[in-house]
């Protein structure tokens, strides 16, 4: 009887112990401890009247022959004036995206600049930052074509050394950038989808390209777990054709900051870059303002306390909305050399007195506000009349582009702003304590000291260099 009660003891325990196994948090890549899916609840039904129905119960059918007794027991009615205008409203709408199209199209063929705003429409090209535009459209897109098609050959040979990832699809140009390619892979091991990248790796890189490196990567942004920063899962190099070649896996969102500026969040986030944003967007409501620009400078704050390299490639393309929480992306670019569209623009004129994280929040702010993206370093009264019923960020955005030679400004002054100050973080009271402070070894220490060393040389020399050029044409 003794006996019997150990064994049953036993496996109580064992089962326990299975459980909690089960339920462990993975240490493995390919985990994000951030991610909460929306509970999906079922709306109740509710009782039926058994002596009437309203229009919503009746059946497609009784609502159509009921129409038709109308219309032709009478001319007119206010339903069917309202259904005319609904159809009228939904006909303007599809004009409308298909003008986008075509805009777009004819635009990327003439080769139009990269952002040039013309009577408050955006004109984009695929082939930005300096390099010359085919005239003739169809070598363009048989050049693009090579492309991606080389770019695939690429992602099939990673895959081929990486069995967890199955191959789903390729995407368009989800992004500005014409060498950089998107992809869909099946994450075998956890039963779902990834995103991942593909791009030669920049001539701007200090860092050498071996296992180690890798290593130390993917352990510094398995640290960099936080509410407000989107996960690299995984990041490794691959060697083809005498070309290095950078690989990131991230998850899937539904879509960037700039999708839902231009208003085309969850749908047409997987759309070609160069037509989705072929027309001004709007201005966020400013509750959604304050709340995803918090949640963008608390994501700042915690990688500037942990020794991250100044982010200069914030903007609304690389903060991904997922369940309606921004959060940070492309930290990658930072390490690894590469600059932004925006970058020219900003990093000639930046002064000593602000940082280049601020400039870019400063730019991106204006864009969730007006729109458009800021077509110059600075809004000038022109571009901060399209922001004026936002007072608050009219004033701070006079702070961030402001001439102040005695003060330096930092991104944690934006922090006790009126504009950020009172915002609900509810993301950061449900995480424990523990994971705002990461351990960084020795090894991700040095390699982050290195790269802000080497970044703060080459912005000596560009400062050098400009002053020069200046001396000598004045």
């Not at 038709?68 to 205008?85: F, K, N, P, V, Y």
């Not at 995984?234 to 005498?242: M, R």
């Not at 623009?345 to 930046?350: R, V």
């Amino acid at each position: 009887m003794r006996d019997e009660k150990l064994d049953k003891m036993f496996n109580l325990y064992q089962n326990l112990n299975k459980r909690d196994e089960d339920h462990k948090e993975s240490d493995v890549t390919g985990h994000d401890r951030f991610w909460q899916e929306r509970p999906r609840t079922r709306r109740k039904r509710r009782a039926v009247n058994r002596r009437t129905q309203s229009a919503i119960e009746l059946d497609s059918e009784a609502i159509v022959s009921a129409r038709g007794t109308l219309r032709r027991g009478r001319s007119a009615s206010i339903e069917d004036e309202d259904s005319d205008e609904e159809k009228s409203y939904q006909l303007t709408n599809k004009i409308d995206n298909l003008a986008k199209i075509l805009f777009s199209r004819v635009s990327a063929a003439r080769g139009c600049k990269d952002s040039d705003v013309r009577n408050g429409r955006h004109s984009y090209t695929a082939l930005g930052h300096g390099s010359s535009v085919c005239e003739n459209s169809g070598e363009c897109m048989e050049m693009e074509k090579r492309s991606r098609d080389r770019a695939l050959s690429i992602c099939q040979t990673y895959i081929c050394r990486m069995p967890r990832y199955n191959l789903v699809k390729q995407l368009c140009n989800l992004g500005s950038r014409m060498d950089k390619h998107w992809f869909i892979v099946r994450d075998t091991s956890l039963k779902t989808d990834r995103l991942v990248t593909l791009a030669p790796l920049s001539r701007n890189c200090s860092l050498s390209i071996t296992p180690l490196t890798k290593n130390i990567l993917n352990d510094l942004f398995l640290a960099l777990q936080h509410p407000y920063i989107c996960p690299i899962f995984d990041i490794d190099f691959l060697e083809f054709e005498s070309q290095n070649y950078v690989i990131v896996v991230q998850p899937i969102s539904q879509g960037s900051l700039k999708d839902l500026i231009y208003g085309i969040e969850r749908t047409g986030w997987n759309e070609d870059w160069n037509q989705k944003y072929g027309s001004r967007g709007k201005g966020l409501p400013l509750p959604q303002v304050q709340q995803m620009g918090r949640q963008v400078l608390e994501a700042l704050v915690f990688l500037k306390e942990r020794g991250f390299p100044t982010v200069i490639h914030l903007h609304s393309g690389n903060v991904l909305i997922q369940n309606g929480v921004a959060r940070l992306a492309g930290l990658e670019n930072t390490l690894l050399g590469f600059t932004s569209r925006i970058h020219p623009l900003i990093a000639s004129k930046i002064s000593q007195t602000v940082s280049i994280d601020m400039t870019c929040f400063g730019h991106m702010l204006f864009e969730m506000c007006a729109g458009y993206e800021l077509p110059s370093f600075k809004p000038n009264s022109i571009h901060l009349s399209d922001v004026e019923m936002y007072p608050q960020v009219v004033e701070l955005l006079k702070f961030i582009f402001g001439d102040s030679p005695n003060h330096h400004k930092i991104v944690e002054e934006l922090l006790v702003h009126d504009l950020f100050r009172n915002i609900d973080l509810r993301e950061m009271r449900s995480a424990t304590v523990t994971i705002f402070r990461p351990r960084l070894t020795p090894p991700i220490v040095n390699l982050l000291d290195g790269i802000k060393r080497q970044n703060a040389n080459k912005r000596q020399r560009s400062r050098s260099i400009s002053d020069v050029y200046f001396a000598r044409r004045f």
